[in-house]
Every structure is written in C-alpha cells, then in structure tokens.
C-alpha cells in the first residue's frame, strides 16, 4: 500500500498514469462533496476512473479526477443522465487536443449542452417560483386563520 504523509498525501509510487497529489477516496469524496459510495457508483458508469491504485489497491485520485467529478455533480441536480454526462466528458477530454473540423464540432455539442443546461435552469427557477408561491398561499392561510407564527 502507498504510504501516506501528512503534507502530501499518499506518495506517488501507485500504480497508473497519474501526475501530481494522489488522495484516497475518502479525500477525495470530502473535497467534491460526494459520499464515496456515488463515486464508486459513477467509477461503475464508466464517469470517472482513478488516476491510480495504491500498491494495496486502494482507488487514489488527481486534481484533474475531482474536477471531473464536480462536473458530474453539476449536471446531476440539473437531470442529465448517465449517458449525457458521459457524452459532456468525453468532449471536455477531446477539445484540449482538437483541431479544425474537429474541434468545432466538439464546441457545437458543447454548446449544445450549454443550451440544455440553460434551459433546465430556467425550467427549475420556474418550479422555485411555483413553490415559494405556494408556501407563500400556505403562511397567508395559516395567518387568516390565527395559526402559529414561522
């Protein structure tokens, strides 16, 4: 098992291509906000992989990893599915090496996840409204009827 360090965390003779900090999913998980139970569900839907394994085969993740991550956890509350998140990451890791025709294709479907994600957005500010509107014709009723205060 890699050891640990309190300054830098396991050290990097892990198993894999990673470069940089590794952390444990334990870490990992605190500094996104994820349980690690979600992460491992998202390594399973083929989201996420660790950067690398510890020699005692525990999962160890880079800066790059958590960033991944914080993009899934983004899109989640907004309903993208599995398949779309999947799609949004695969062009994220494409453009930084895309060129020409490529490369714009790869922005047209960025955008075109930017327009999706604007949408819900706006679908979702119009089910807030909806709500506080409700709350609010709940709190009138309870002070029409002398109810208890909030």
Known sequence: MASTSRDTGPEQRASGPATGRLMQIGEAAERVGLSIRTIRHYEEAGLIVPSARSDGGFRLYTEPDLDRLAVVKRMKPLGFTLDEMRDLLAVLDAL????GVDRAALLDR???FHTAATTRVIALRDQLAMAEGFARA?????DHHGGPTA
């Open 96 to 99: 930084d090496a895309a060129t």
């Open 110 to 112: 960025l955008d075109m």
């Open 138 to 142: 709940l709190r009138d009723e309870l």
